[in-house]
């Protein structure tokens, strides 16, 4: 199962006051400090590192195998790379099969960290799919619409050239809040992109609505990667969320 080395966590939910008529705040996510000083609106990213080198060698299998079959694959925000079929979640390969619970189990601490530890009851449905690049491959910057939230599960990373690492392949999101670079604040605590260094195994999930791209690959070797989609159809009864599949994107 994916373990807690590092990541980016979210702060803690307030209480929000009860109204007469009922009506109740919805929660945000805030850090106060006891200075007054309040850090508003965090945006989430959550990263655990996958340590199951076989899985990962499986997955490395397939998805190669799937590309020298359909070498065409789809045109998505992946330039000089093969992007399979939305259809990954219903490959029937049984190391893809590993991939679905440990997507649920990850959903599930995403969205309890944003509920106050509690699981908001629901039907999660996963679209998912695969990207191969070589050197020269990047991602342009995007979301993903029509989900909640989106994620990748990183395979393989390829070898870089040792004497041109700096934004080699990196993850990049970029500051959603549009205007924090309108003036130059005293220290430039604002509009800093989030650089993720990508290693096999690591998992990351983010809001879908959440700006990012990834910086071309100088090296050698297959990147290899797994994304996927999630939409949540959430229930009026507290239960943990069940995760299905779809095609499509």
Do not use: C
């Not at 297959?222 to 949540?232: G, K, L, M």
């Not at 009026?236 to 779809?246: G, L, Y």
């Amino acid at each position: 199962m994916p373990s807690a080395e590092s990541g980016i966590r979210t702060a803690s939910i307030p209480d929000a006051p009860n109204r007469k008529d009922g009506w109740k705040a919805p929660m945000a996510l805030h850090q106060e400090f006891s200075n007054g000083l309040i850090l508003a609106w965090p945006t989430p990213i959550l990263s655990r590192r996958l340590d199951d080198s076989a899985l990962l060698s499986g997955l490395k299998d397939v998805i190669l195998a799937r590309e020298m079959a359909d070498p065409k694959g789809i045109r998505k925000a992946l330039v000089k790379g093969w992007h399979s079929e939305t259809d990954l979640m219903d490959w029937p390969d049984a190391p893809v099969a590993g991939v679905k619970p440990l997507i649920g189990e990850m959903l599930k601490e995403f969205l309890s960290s944003l509920n106050g530890g509690q699981v908001p009851a629901g039907n999660a449905v996963v679209t998912a799919w695969a990207n191969v690049s070589r050197r020269g491959g990047y991602h342009r910057m995007h979301t993903h619409h029509s989900s909640l939230v989106s994620g990748v599960l990183y395979i393989d990373v390829g070898e870089r050239d040792e004497d041109d690492t700096d934004f080699n392949g990196t993850l990049s999101f970029v500051d959603p809040r549009t205007a924090v670079e309108m003036i130059q604040f005293p220290g430039e605590p604002f509009g800093d992109k989030i650089v993720i260094d990508p290693k096999p195994g690591l998992i990351v999930m983010f809001p879908s609505w959440l700006k990012h791209f990834v910086d071309p690959f100088r090296g050698e070797g297959t990147r290899i990667s797994i994304a996927f989609n999630i939409s949540f159809h959430q229930q009026t009864q507290a239960a943990a969320p069940a995760t299905h599949t779809e095609t499509g994107e």
